[in-house]
């Protein structure tokens, strides 16, 4: 499993960026996927998650600002994001996780420890 970010940035307060995740090495319709962010000093916190027929759960935090979506084909996890805050700022994550022969294809988690696959991260930052 292979997950690279991209997209990250400098933004000002209430600006926008989109971040995209390529995905390779698995078969993307047996795993949910998510967007994770940590802070310096701060756990690292589930953003969203998209099950594999597209339900999504998004922390209160940023319900309403971001939204994540996936292209199944292309293979291609992305999470766009609205209105930034400062508090948004941090390293973000995507991560993968197989499903079980027990998981419905509506279910995703937010947890960290649920995902197995992580990508190296790509820091959006935001300040005027």
């Known amino acids: 499993v292979e997950l690279v970010e991209s997209g990250g940035g400098l933004v000002q307060p209430g600006g926008s960026l989109r971040l995209s995740c390529a995905a390779s090495?698995?078969?993307?319709?047996?795993?949910?996927m998510g967007w994770f962010r940590q802070a310096p000093g701060k756990e690292r916190e589930g953003v969203a998650c998209?099950?594999?027929?597209?339900?999504?759960k998004y922390a209160e935090s940023v319900q309403g600002r971001f939204t994540i979506s996936q292209d199944n084909a292309a293979k291609t996890l992305s999470l766009q994001m609205n209105n930034l805050k400062p508090e948004d700022t941090a390293m973000y994550y995507c991560?993968?996780?197989?499903?079980?022969?027990?998981?419905?294809?509506?279910?995703?988690?937010?947890?960290?420890?649920?995902?197995?696959?992580w990508g190296q991260g790509t820091q959006v930052t935001v300040s005027s």
């Open positions: 090495g698995f078969h993307y319709g047996d795993y949910y």
């Open positions: 991560a993968a996780r197989r499903r079980s022969p027990y998981t419905s294809v509506w279910y995703c988690s937010r947890r960290t420890s649920d995902f197995n696959d």
């Open positions: 998209i099950a594999a027929d597209g339900t999504t």
